[in-house]
């Protein structure tokens, strides 16, 4: 990514503590103090499109054009957007032609994108997070899908919108992203990327462990990590590490392994508490564990968690990343997970808090109820 970035911020929600006097003091840092400034004019912008979605071409071309044409910018897109036949077979679209195009696991984008515009719903967004394995620009989300609680800004004013980002000096939220390292014994399989290469946002090499070569991959995830049984009628049956620590069996249906952003998704659906993104932490859900006294946990941001197969385990495991790229997990392969150094600066259309809150409420209905009457009589008592 090109040195055109500065996130004004304050690293955490503590910062260091004060003595004064025998006394020590925290000082609570604001969500809202962190922003997004040019070191110098943004030039370079990636537009993620939803694919296949005839609603989304009008805004799609007017988007472009204004970029290229009233702000000079160079504009990248997913060569595939443009091979959609809707694009592709429709005249309107010929000044188009003028886009950048890459392809995913082919062209590298880390050194060549200022920011990204996403159109579409949450999808994108998580899409846009696995183009980058490492510093990854500004995201700015147009609610433009189904859901949408992660894209905050309405389509109707974008150009007020985008221009005021590029200007500098807006709100942002840094998503924290989880670093996922899988470690899978050597078995012939087909259709398995070389050695050394990128592909969906996997990064693949080899570790030799004593007599036993195992085959490494790693990944950044935005939203969650999920282990499950898969196709089998058995119970899931893995042990959960913490710092080198066994501290539970997950005997049920598997387990996700979230980040506050991925709280409000799958987590919550298995019944797990919602966080806010800028809180540091590790949520662990269980999925229909086998368990009255299992409820899911939150631990710190920065731990080391590494799930495996139980040696009493029945049947394997599966594992998806962000609902992709799910494989096979079998006895001696191993799933270590922390927090990432790089998170997903997320352009806020208020700021951190009120967007969370205002997405709760219009996208979950989260605490929606008919109010309670008031009293009108004493003898209502």
Known sequence: ???TMRIIQCIGNISAPTRNGNSWKWHIQDPASQRLTWNKPP????VIKKIQDERLLQPFKELCMFLMEEKEMIVYVEKKVLEDPTIAHDENFGPLQKLCTFREGFDDLSDRIDFIICLG????????SSLFQGSVPPVMAFHLGSLGFLTPFNFDTYQSQVTQVIEGNVAIVLRSRLKVRVAKESREQKGVPQLGVAENGLIVSKLGDGEVEKRVMQCQVLNEVVVDRGPSSYLSNVDLFLDGRLITTVQGDGVIVSTPTGSTAYAAAAGASMIHPNVPAIMITPICPHSLSFRPIVVPAGVELQIMLSPDARNTAWV?????????ICHGDSITITTSCYPVPSICFRDPVNDWFESLAECLHWNVRKKQSHLTDVEDY
């Not at 030039?43 to 990636?46: C, E, G, P, R, T």
């Not at 998806?320 to 096979?328: A, I, K, L, Y």
């Open 320 to 328: 998806s990343f962000d609902g992709r790229r799910r494989q096979e």
């Open 43 to 46: 030039k370079s912008i990636l």
């Open 121 to 128: 719903g949450d999808g994108t967004l998580l899409y846009a």
């Open 1 to 3: 990514m090109r040195e």
